[in-house]
């Protein structure tokens, strides 16, 4: 059930963001080739018997840098458009389809409101996901235009002879790198999830008021950001200390786990906190009117 559920949200969300998803690539490319163009023009040699010709390019030199300007300003727009609109349709997935009016439709389903919940937060940290790579994939796309070489650029990113020397060279400069980059990718998902799931405790702890709903969200999501904030820097310290006293590594290292293991495990257990709270309330305090 929970597959049909995210099926279902997938259909809807990607009515509007495939079309940003294209806008950002499809301006990323004319911005790049504007840019390299600028950067062609830019680089022309006249030579002393042509200043008639120098003059002639002027124009369409110019009218160049208007078009480069143009489309560097609709680059950034669509860039903030497209994270905008992504965190504006996971909190308007979440509170219009379980908080409002078309929240009746949903719990009139056979499925219980923990699948519900789960199918929300699945589509949600995809789409985070995949703006992420969408976005990543437009800064490539400018960096190849803004290269003067960019040719040779390609070439030594993707060489299998560069990467064997990097990865020799992290190996040498942090031998612990694989560690280090499982943990990191872990906390970034798990503390992705977390932040998702206190975002829909705090609607849904708010949604408890009878009146300035969207105000009282906004208020729980304060103070429970304030409280963790408060508890993560008194274990984070302490769970320093302790580490630090089980590895044979250097203080500076011990910390660095002990900070990446620790943010983990609170992570964990904020998911699990945020989603029994989000699920009792739906479950037991739950009012659509």
Not at 47 to 62: D, L, T
Request: charged share 10%; with cysteine; proline share 2%.
């Amino acid at each position: 059930m929970i597959k049909k559920l995210c099926k279902y949200e997938f259909r809807s969300i990607g009515r509007t963001l495939i079309p940003i998803y294209i806008a950002v690539i499809a301006v990323s490319i004319i911005t790049a080739i504007s840019i390299a163009m600028n950067v062609n023009y830019a680089n022309i040699n006249y030579s002393s018997n042509s200043v008639q010709w120098a003059i002639e390019m002027n124009v369409p030199y110019k009218l160049q840098q208007v078009f480069t300007f143009v489309m560097s300003l609709t680059y950034f727009a669509v860039m903030v458009a497209l994270f905008v609109l992504t965190f504006v349709i996971i909190l308007q997935r979440f509170y219009k389809g379980l908080l409002c009016d078309e929240g009746y439709l949903m719990f009139t389903l056979p499925v219980k409101p923990w699948q519900l919940i789960t199918s929300k937060g699945i589509t949600a940290f995809v789409i985070s996901i995949l703006s992420g790579i969408v976005s990543c994939i437009s800064i490539f796309i400018m960096m190849i235009g803004v290269a003067e070489d960019r040719w040779t650029l390609l070439a030594q990113m993707f060489s299998f002879k560069n990467w064997s020397m990097f990865f020799i060279r992290l190996n040498e400069v942090i031998p612990l790198w694989g560690l280090y980059a499982l943990e990191i990718i872990v906390y970034i998902i798990v503390g992705s999830l977390a932040s998702l799931y206190q975002v829909y405790a705090s609607m849904a702890i708010g949604h408890l008021a009878k009146k300035n709903r969207i105000l009282m969200s906004v208020v729980a999501y304060i103070v429970i950001s304030m409280i963790l904030s408060f508890i993560g820097g008194i274990f984070g310290v302490f769970s320093a200390f302790t580490m630090q006293n089980l590895m044979y590594i250097n203080a500076g290292e011990a910390f660095l786990h002990a900070l990446l293991i620790f943010s983990i495990i609170i992570s964990i257990i904020e998911c699990v906190v945020f989603f029994v709270i989000t699920e009792r309330i739906l479950s037991k305090k739950l009012n659509l009117e």
